[in-house]
């Protein structure tokens, strides 16, 4: 069993040893052992036949020459961070479409939202003066019936009222720019979701 | 083996843009090149694209050698170390698409030794040897192959197959010594179909 080990050992060497890559001392206690022991002698004979075997297989001569044209070495598109393209097909014009109305809808809330014209104020001012009165009593902690409700117009007290109003606001005005930039950032937002959703799919896929 | 002078100036010239300096190292470095890619992926076809490919990333790629530090390794050995990766990447490819797998070793022309005034019976045996060792370079792991095939075949020194292919000298001794004995063993079950000298051993 001993011995086994010692021979494994020994044998694990020659290929170091045909190289002359063991320290003196392994080198000479291999030697000693490679004269008493034929099966490592007989290893390593054909360790070496093996090598100059492999020494013998000539460098192969190129069939044609590898040198390089300019357009082989061209910059590709995404030099210098050499990232792939993403596979975005036949979904590249929406996501640009989807990306401009997502600008020019945060334009227009940033500019209605600074400017403070139309969006709340102006339906806030078309308002019936009776949801006015009430929405300003109910801020101001009061009844609604005891407040300033004229006696002309009987204060509206239910959601149809109030909805009524804003319905007013929007025929005379058109439609809230507030509004209609909301709606466009949430369909730009979801189509840029749904678009990036597919080319996950696909770039997963492609891997 | 170091960079020479002569090569250090291509070198530089090539990380400056000049595609003809690069192109003279090309001319003296394709044989080794694609010795390499012929060993490693068995096949004349594979080993053009995988050449051609290692020499355009080696282009793209050569302000990144540090051929003149002190840890710097060798231009050729760098090379080798990007052909190697493109074999590598070549046969990724071909194992993900069946249909253009290496095991066609019969339409290529066998790999041959050199030949020194040989008789025809030597060219004989020599084809033969040759196709049997191709054959079992081809049966060992890809990074027991590429050792054995860069210290014997190209001739590289244990500390340019370290940085060539980026393993300790441990490593690569241990990767070097496990390819040579599954080689001879592989040749010697096949003892009666080799040459003489072979047998004689």
């Given at each position: 069993?001993?011995?086994?080990?010692?021979?494994?050992?020994?044998?694990?060497?020659?290929?170091?040893?045909?190289?002359?890559?063991?320290?003196?001392?392994?080198?000479?206690?291999?030697?000693?052992?490679?004269?008493?022991?034929?099966?490592?002698?007989?290893?390593?004979?054909?360790?070496?036949?093996?090598?100059?075997?492999?020494?013998?297989?000539?460098?192969?001569?190129?069939?044609?020459?590898?040198?390089?044209?300019?357009?082989?070495?061209?910059?590709?598109?995404?030099?210098?961070?050499?990232?792939?393209?993403?596979?975005?097909?036949?979904?590249?014009?929406?996501?640009?479409?989807?990306?401009?109305?997502?600008?020019?809808?945060?334009?227009?809330?940033?500019?209605?939202?600074?400017?403070?014209?139309?969006?709340?104020?102006?339906?806030?001012?078309?308002?019936?003066?009776?949801?006015?009165?009430?929405?300003?009593?109910?801020?101001?902690?009061?009844?609604?019936?005891?407040?300033?409700?004229?006696?002309?117009?009987?204060?509206?007290?239910?959601?149809?009222?109030?909805?009524?109003?804003?319905?007013?606001?929007?025929?005379?005005?058109?439609?809230?720019?507030?509004?209609?930039?909301?709606?466009?950032?949430?369909?730009?937002?979801?189509?840029?979701?749904?678009?990036?959703?597919?080319?996950?799919?696909?770039?997963?896929?492609?891997? | 083996?170091?960079?020479?002078?002569?090569?250090?100036?291509?070198?530089?010239?090539?990380?400056?843009?000049?595609?003809?300096?690069?192109?003279?190292?090309?001319?003296?470095?394709?044989?080794?090149?694609?010795?390499?890619?012929?060993?490693?992926?068995?096949?004349?076809?594979?080993?053009?694209?995988?050449?051609?490919?290692?020499?355009?990333?080696?282009?793209?790629?050569?302000?990144?050698?540090?051929?003149?530090?002190?840890?710097?390794?060798?231009?050729?050995?760098?090379?080798?170390?990007?052909?190697?990766?493109?074999?590598?990447?070549?046969?990724?490819?071909?194992?993900?698409?069946?249909?253009?797998?290496?095991?066609?070793?019969?339409?290529?022309?066998?790999?041959?030794?050199?030949?020194?005034?040989?008789?025809?019976?030597?060219?004989?045996?020599?084809?033969?040897?040759?196709?049997h060792l191709q054959q079992a370079l081809a049966s060992?792991?890809?990074?027991?192959?590429?050792?054995?095939?860069?210290?014997?075949?190209?001739?590289?020194?244990?500390?340019?197959?370290?940085?060539?292919?980026?393993?300790?000298?441990?490593?690569?001794?241990?990767?070097?010594?496990?390819?040579?004995?599954?080689l001879?063993?592989f040749l010697?079950?096949?003892?009666?179909?080799?040459?003489?000298?072979?047998?004689?051993?």
């Amino acid at each position: 069993m001993f011995w086994r080990k010692g021979h494994d050992r020994y044998q694990g060497q020659l290929s170091a040893y045909i190289d002359d890559r063991l320290l003196a001392r392994d080198r000479q206690a291999l030697e000693a052992h490679l004269e008493s022991c034929l099966t490592c002698r007989q290893a390593l004979q054909h360790l070496q036949a093996t090598v100059q075997a492999l020494l013998a297989l000539s460098l192969e001569e190129a069939p044609r020459s590898f040198a390089l044209r300019q357009e082989q070495v061209a910059p590709r598109p995404f030099e210098p961070g050499s990232r792939p393209a993403l596979p975005l097909g036949g979904l590249a014009v929406p996501i640009r479409l989807a990306a401009a109305s997502l600008a020019v809808a945060l334009a227009v809330l940033v500019v209605v939202d600074m400017g403070d014209f139309g969006g709340d104020g102006e339906v806030r001012d078309t308002t019936p003066s009776a949801e006015r009165a009430f929405e300003t009593g109910q801020a101001q902690g009061e009844a609604p019936a005891e407040s300033a409700a004229p006696e002309s117009s009987p204060a509206p007290t239910d959601s149809a009222a109030e909805s009524e109003g804003r319905q007013t606001a929007q025929a005379d005005d058109g439609l809230d720019p507030l509004r209609a930039a909301e709606i466009a950032l949430a369909a730009a937002l979801g189509i840029l979701i749904v678009a990036f959703a597919i080319i996950t799919l696909r770039t997963r896929r492609s891997l | 083996m170091q960079t020479s002078a002569d090569d250090n100036h291509l070198v530089r010239r090539s990380q400056g843009g000049d595609l003809e300096a690069f192109n003279q190292l090309v001319l003296r470095y394709q044989n080794h090149v694609y010795s390499l890619c012929l060993r490693l992926l068995s096949s004349p076809a594979a080993a053009e694209d995988a050449a051609q490919d290692a020499f355009i990333a080696a282009f793209r790629g050569i302000r990144s050698f540090r051929g003149g530090s002190p840890s710097g390794t060798g231009f050729r050995a760098w090379l080798l170390r990007i052909a190697a990766n493109a074999c590598y990447d070549e046969l990724r490819r071909r194992r993900s698409r069946p249909a253009l797998s290496l095991e066609t070793k019969g339409l290529d022309p066998p790999l041959e030794f050199a030949a020194t005034g040989e008789n025809p019976e030597e060219r004989v045996q020599r084809l033969d040897l040759a196709a049997h060792l191709q054959q079992a370079l081809a049966s060992l792991p890809f990074d027991q192959r590429l050792a054995v095939i860069l210290r014997d075949v190209q001739g590289l020194t244990y500390e340019e197959i370290a940085e060539a292919t980026n393993a300790s000298l441990g490593t690569v001794k241990s990767r070097i010594a496990r390819g040579r004995a599954h080689l001879r063993d592989f040749l010697l079950r096949q003892r009666e179909l080799l040459p003489d000298p072979f047998r004689r051993v």
